[in-house]
């Protein structure tokens, strides 16, 4: 016997909760952001707008359904199943957040501050919840956006909807040596801030930055496109280190493979630093196309 649906709620604490943790009252909270110029009554607004969507997607589940909330601070330990519908209720960096953890399952994206959030990932409002449920579970239609994975020699994995940063945990300089995966040799030596290597999703944020810093021909990326864009950030030529190899692309099958030359190097995932790989001297990793797409009803 299959197992009801199950619709996973994810959403993250608001502005005014975290302001309420950190000063303890309301009075405390509006005090500290007007001696900086700001309302609290705008903060409020938000919070009162968030949690009315929560609850407006909640009532849409079916009765017939299986239901759960996650909280963003603890997807890293949350267990998702084959049989979930998630519903991100937020902003499109909260579906990139999610991402990472899933495998396959549809991901609805709902907006609750449309106008304010750009609603690339989180494209309907609460009132369709219901009929993108029904949508969801009948097999309707997603797009599978391209995702990048970095897989350390020691099998540690890790996944990231827009881009994987590898670089050193404060301000030194990361040194390591990189070159292709098929390659037989050590690869360059480098010195620089860090490697960047981002998706089609990515090329709206950090990734299009980096390009357009550098005055790159590449063509970004679609999200669905099969392709991945990199660039090493302020690569420092010496005696010891080149920078011949600072930007290229990365086709289904080719791989980027960075091998650790210092005390230590983080690979996070969509700026979520608090859930990285730690690398230390002699490690390497393997950047490329993960075979996990998100999978976003359209």
């Known amino acids: 016997m299959s197992l009801a649906p199950r619709a996973v709620l994810v959403h993250r604490r608001t502005e005014y909760e975290e302001l ?116 969801a579970s009948a097999g309707g239609r997603t797009e599978d956006l391209t995702m990048v994975e970095a897989v350390a020699d020691d099998t540690q994995r890790l996944l990231a909807l827009n881009e994987i940063y590898l670089g050193p945990p404060g301000h030194q300089t990361a040194r390591y040596r990189l070159g292709p995966d098929d390659e037989k040799g050590p690869g360059e030596a480098q010195a620089s801030s860090g490697v960047l290597v981002g998706t089609g999703t990515g090329s709206t944020g950090w990734l299009r930055s980096l390009w357009l810093e550098r005055g790159s021909t590449a063509e970004l990326p ?48 969509d700026g979520m630093e608090g859930d990285s790989l730690q690398l230390s001297w002699g490690q390497s990793v393997r950047l490329g196309i993960a075979a996990t797409s998100l999978r976003l009803l359209t």
């Open 222 to 269: 679609a999200p669905c496109d099969r392709r991945l864009l990199w660039f090493v950030r302020e690569a420092w030529p010496s005696p010891a280190t080149g920078t011949s190899r600072v930007s290229g692309h990365l086709e289904q099958g080719q791989g980027l493979r960075l091998t650790v030359e210092s005390d230590r190097i983080v690979v996070f995932g």
């Open 20 to 135: 309420l943790d950190r000063h303890g009252t309301h009075g405390q909270a509006a005090f500290f952001l007007s001696s900086r110029g700001r309302s609290i009554d705008e903060v409020v607004d938000r919070h009162d707008r968030t949690r009315q969507a929560l609850r407006e997607v909640a009532a849409a589940v079916p009765l017939t359904w299986r239901s759960s909330r996650v909280e963003r601070a603890d997807l890293d330990r949350f267990l998702f199943a084959p049989e979930d519908v998630v519903v991100v209720v937020g902003q499109d960096g909260l579906v990139a957040n999610t991402a990472k953890y899933l495998s396959g399952q549809p991901v609805v994206g709902i907006d609750t501050d449309p106008g304010r959030n750009p609603g690339v990932l989180v494209r309907h409002r609460c009132a369709d919840t219901a009929a993108l449920l029904r949508a």
